[in-house]
């Protein structure tokens, strides 16, 4: 017997809260280009502002190919090496 287990619908990810002023922020799957189960998502690490943002994409069911200063002149070859399909 197989059983099926039901996946939520991901209208809104709830990211984080806001130290400074206690607001609840949240990021839509449209904000996040439509990242969903089974993408690869290269993530800038120097060139993100909010570090907890990179959990976004693990709500969605993604993977995270977390990258620190890559160099830009082999972004290309890094995102095929990877299996990169979104770049955020």
């Known amino acids: ?5 039901a996946q939520p619908a ?3 990810l709830i990211v984080y809260y806001d130290d400074a002023t206690g607001e609840r922020v949240a990021l839509t799957a449209d904000e996040l280009g439509g990242v969903g189960p089974g993408d690869r998502v ?3 690490a120097a060139a993100s502002e909010e570090p907890r943002i990179w959990l976004a994409p693990l709500f969605a069911g993604a993977a995270l190919v977390l990258c620190a200063n890559p160099d830009r002149s082999r972004l290309d070859k890094r995102i095929a090496a990877e ?3 979104r770049v955020l």
Do not use: E
């Not at 017997?1 to 287990?5: A, C, E, K, L, N």
């Open 1 to 5: 017997m197989t059983q099926s287990v």
């Open 10 to 12: 991901v209208d809104s």
């Open 42 to 44: 290269l993530i800038d």
């Open 83 to 85: 299996r990169v399909t």
